[in-house]
C-alpha cells in the first residue's frame, strides 16, 4: 500500500479538498475517492514523494485548472 494525495472538486457545488488515501496505485486511490464523491473531478499525487505545503500549492493550481 502506497499513500497518495487525491484532489477532488464536486461541481456545481463547488465543495472541493484533498484526502489522503492508502492504496496500489493512483488509479485505484482516485476509485476510493469516486465512491466517496460520485462525479468528483479528481486527481492523485503521491503522498510519500510530496510534503503537505507542496500538496496544497499543487491543488490550488490545480483548482484554478478546472
Same mark, same amino acid.
Given at each position: 500500500? $502506497?499513500?497518495?494525495?487525491? &484532489?477532488?472538486?464536486?461541481? @456545481?457545488?463547488?465543495?472541493? /479538498?484533498?484526502? @489522503?488515501?492508502? *492504496? ?12 466517496? $464523491? @460520485? /462525479? ?14 507542496? *500538496?496544497?500549492?499543487? &491543488? *490550488? ?6
Amino acid at each position: 500500500m $502506497h499513500r497518495y494525495q487525491v &484532489f477532488y472538486s464536486e461541481q @456545481p457545488e463547488g465543495r472541493s /479538498g484533498i484526502e @489522503p488515501v492508502l *492504496a496500489m496505485d493512483a488509479y485505484e486511490a482516485c476509485q476510493e475517492m469516486e465512491r466517496k $464523491h @460520485p /462525479g468528483a473531478v479528481l486527481a492523485s499525487i503521491d503522498g510519500e514523494l510530496t510534503d503537505e505545503r507542496t *500538496a496544497r500549492r499543487l &491543488f *490550488a493550481q490545480w483548482l484554478s485548472s478546472i
